[in-house]
């Protein structure tokens, strides 16, 4: 490949000129790549400068875009599942409207861990030997540079995570960083405190059992049956009470992502508080939400 032109990279190329009805040959002085009318982003010259990203097309030619990659070559990303070809392994998308392939030979052996439609997976963006783009899926390697601490007044509080790696003995799992933003924390879910089997590229609610010294955290998909009960119940209460309605759009069949955002509970944690409530005759559902019971009679 002339002058280092390789998919994958951004690179500054001259439009050198146009050919209807394809589109503008890009040229770096040396060699041309074909910028297709589908990939250009406003308007264009001949003799403009432009970056440009470089990619392979449906015709297998390199072939360049002005539209935003989600990685190039080398970067590690988080790319979401948007098909499954039952040969070839998953498409991932990665902002060119043509989709980036993570094969099964990348994947777990076990096909109900492999992730399926809607999942994200941790990967790199690499190249096959023809120097065609491809995913290969990010382990510690990649993930350790970028993570962070827990912090240790996680534990016992429920957080997000994705899995990135599955295996018999536990689930390795990136924990979402929340307010803290950022990357995220390496965690691990053993496999004694798993509920079910999870798989590759999967979003699960854990809770932090404890924070280890190396800024690892160990998590359980098991909630703690009592503790906390009453405080999550007097929280949820005062919540409902501060509401101009007094209600809260939320029950018991509301999603784990709706009652975690609002409260920063697990759901089972949730829908034994607010059990306790209705037991107590201080709250009542309704389909449409949780009502202060005084607001019912």
């Known amino acids: 490949m002339s002058h280092g032109l390789e998919a994958g990279t951004v690179v500054s190329m001259r439009v050198g000129k146009e050919l209807a009805p394809y589109g503008y040959f890009m040229t770096d002085g040396d060699q041309e ?3 297709h009318y589908t990939q250009v982003v406003g308007e264009i010259q001949v003799d403009d ?8 097309d449906a015709q297998d030619r390199l072939s360049a875009t002005m539209k935003h990659a989600f ?7 988080l790319l979401e599942v948007v098909d499954i070809h039952p040969r070839f392994g998953s498409f991932l998308e990665m902002g060119l ?9 990348e994947q777990p052996e076990m096909k109900e861990l492999r992730p399926i439609v809607g999942d994200k997976v941790y990967v790199v963006l690499s190249q096959d030997r023809q120097g065609r783009l491809i ?4 382990g510690e390697d990649q993930l350790i540079p ?4 827990a912090p240790t007044a996680w534990k016992n509080q429920w957080v997000m995570a994705r899995v990135y790696k599955p295996l018999q003995l536990g689930s390795f799992v990136v924990c979402e960083g929340g307010i803290l933003g950022g990357f995220g924390a390496i965690g691990l879910i053993h496999s004694t405190e798993r509920t079910e089997l999870v798989r590759l590229g999967q979003l699960v609610e854990v809770r932090v059992i404890f924070v280890r010294e190396d800024g690892r955290a160990n998590l359980s998909m098991r ?3 009592e503790v906390g009960r009453d405080e999550d ?3 949820i209460l005062a919540y409902i009470k501060l509401q101009a309605d007094q209600m809260m759009p939320l029950t018991d069949a509301s999603s784990v992502e709706a009652i975690f955002d609002q409260f920063n509970i697990s759901k089972s944690s949730f829908k034994r508080a607010l059990g306790k409530l209705m037991r107590n005759g201080l709250v009542v559902q309704k389909d449409n939400g949780t009502y202060l019971k005084q607001t019912e009679e």
């Open 223 to 225: 909630p703690l049956k």
């Open 146 to 149: 970028l993570a962070y601490h």
């Open 233 to 235: 119940s007097e929280t």
């Open 97 to 105: 409207g043509r989709q980036l392939l993570l094969p099964f030979r």
């Open 71 to 77: 990685l190039k070559l080398g970067e590690v990303g």
């Open 33 to 35: 790549v074909l910028l």
């Open 135 to 138: 995913a290969k899926l990010a």
């Open 49 to 56: 400068e432009l970056d440009v990203y470089l990619y392979h």
